[in-house]
């Protein structure tokens, strides 16, 4: 079915390291995976997504991996600053001639000074 | 350039109410998207626009909601006789093409039905 979840709802992270945000899915068929954040009072922003056929597909200062033996999605944020706090929320979108996205429940991130 | 905007922020009604949520998408965006967001979760999709037409209405949790986008710009999402369990922040997206991921996102409505 479509499901998408994440291993840990809260992520504390010290300034300046990297942070690496997990995230498992079920459904097999999807087209693309897909990360967001969301700032507090704010919409979710669109941060970096990866076609099914691929392994990994780097942006600026973001990685995002995708192990398809264990279903296995994650969001790599090199040298994290106090801007990256966010809720990030995987997202799945099953059909990339549509436009439903699934979106999972997200993690928390929290920068330490 | 403006972004997608939501109104009104907020939205305090009482059960059996009927409200309306409007939506501006990006100029020149053909798609347009209705989430529903509760406490701690993460957007649930309700329906899509590409253009004018409802391309995908399968999330509306029932007859209830009803959503429309008559000139293909502007949408307004309508619930009728509202319950407490509609309570939520109703988020509001578009992006320039249908099957686009990056899809731009209004700063939502809270809605609270008392």
């Known amino acids: 079915g479509e499901s998408v979840g994440l291993h840990l709802p809260t992520l504390s992270v010290q300034e300046g390291d990297n942070s690496i945000i997990n995230c498992a899915y079920s459904?097999?068929?999807?087209?693309?995976f897909i990360w967001y954040k969301q700032e507090s009072g704010k919409g979710p922003q669109f941060i970096i997504d990866i076609r099914s056929n691929m392994d990994k597909r780097q942006g600026q200062r973001v990685t995002v991996l995708l192990n398809k033996t264990v279903k296995h999605l994650s969001l790599q944020i090199a040298a994290t600053q106090p801007g990256d706090s966010a809720v990030y929320f995987c997202a799945e979108n099953i059909d990339s001639s549509a436009s439903k996205i699934i979106f999972g429940s997200g993690t928390r991130l929290s920068i330490r000074p | 350039g403006a972004g997608v905007s939501q109104t009104p922020s907020n939205k305090v009604t009482e059960k059996g109410k009927y409200v309306e949520l409007r939506c501006d998408p990006i100029s020149g965006h053909t798609a347009l998207y209705w989430y529903r967001q509760s406490l701690g979760q993460g957007p649930e999709f309700l329906i899509y626009?590409?253009?004018?037409?409802?391309?995908?209405d399968s999330g509306l949790p029932n007859d209830r909601f009803f959503a429309v986008r008559p000139e293909g710009s502007v949408s307004t999402l309508k619930i009728q006789r509202t319950e407490r369990g509609d309570s939520a922040v109703y988020l509001c997206?578009?992006?320039?093409?249908?099957?686009?991921?990056?899809?731009?996102f209004g700063p939502g409505t809270r809605l609270t039905v008392l």
């Open positions: 626009f590409q253009g004018t037409g409802a391309a995908d």
């Open positions: 459904n097999s068929a999807s087209d693309y």
């Open positions: 997206a578009s992006s320039l093409y249908e099957g686009s991921n990056e899809q731009f």
